[in-house]
T-cell receptor
Framework: ETGVTQSPTHLIKTRGQQVTLRCSSQSGHNTVSWYQQALGQGPQFIFQYYREEENGRGNLPPRFSGLQFPNYSSELNVNALELDDSALYLC??????????FGQGTRLTVV | GIQVEQSPPDLILQEGANSTLRCNFSDSVNNLQWFHQNPWGQLINLFY???GTKQNGRLSATTVATERYSLLYISSSQTTDSGVYFCAVERGANDYKLSFGAGTTVTVRA
């Protein structure tokens, strides 16, 4: 059984660029959630996908968008990057409404 | 949304000491998890404990759902226990995101 994997692990982008982060969910899981963690804070919910449909969204702007694929892997896309988007981005997978398991995260730096 | 408060914010321990971390939440929850964040940022699952008591080695946790709090106990602490501990809750009832507390930073000194 493979765990949750994210790619890339680190990324440096320039303000205004676009970025795509990827997440492979744990085998058998059908729900993926994304979180943003700024330095020194707890993770904040971005959005959740269940069986390829968005199932809830936090307070980040529409520049943050996502997809879930038929194999339940997922992408997080961020357009028009801003300096404040620099953070650790965490992906979690679960079976619907059960224990969530996290990947190792992608550390994004916007310069 | 639901509020999650963790205390203390920081904890410094001598190796071998015991400690208790607390998590208070403002509404009834469907799910509660405790995590340890390693230095590389990954959240490691410690307990999935919406109610009751569980133990795993030197760690144990208790959630009293009716009183809206959970406790994480670390016994005989080791330097490898250092890091940030997060409590996260999920309300359920069409709200299935995890809401995190601000964390407790634990430093265990040899």
């Amino acid at each position: 059984e493979t765990g949750v994997t994210q790619s890339p692990t680190h990324l440096i982008k320039t303000r205004g660029q676009q970025v795509t982060l990827r997440c492979s969910s744990q085998s058998g899981h059908n729900t993926v959630s994304w979180y943003q963690q700024a330095l020194g804070q707890g993770p904040q919910f971005i959005f959740q996908y269940y069986r390829e449909e968005e199932n809830g969204r936090g307070n980040l702007p529409p520049r943050f968008s996502g997809l879930q694929f038929p194999n339940y892997s997922s992408e997080l896309n961020v357009n028009a990057l801003e300096l404040d988007d620099s953070a650790l981005y965490l992906c979690a997978s679960s079976l619907w409404n059960t224990e969530a398991f996290f990947g190792q995260g992608t550390r994004l730096t916007v310069v | 949304g639901i509020q999650v408060e963790q205390s203390p914010p920081d904890l410094i321990l001598q190796e071998g000491a015991n400690s208790t971390l607390r998590c208070n939440f403002s509404d009834s929850v469907n799910n509660l998890q405790w995590f340890h964040q390693n230095p590389w940022g990954q959240l490691i699952n410690l307990f999935y404990i919406p109610s009751g008591t569980k133990q795993n080695g030197r760690l144990s946790a208790t959630t009293v759902a009716t009183e809206r709090y959970s406790l994480l106990y670390i016994s005989s602490s080791q330097t490898t226990d250092s890091g940030v501990y997060f409590c996260a809750v999920e309300r359920g009832a069409n709200d299935y995101k995890l809401s995190f507390g601000a964390g407790t930073t634990v430093t265990v000194r040899a």
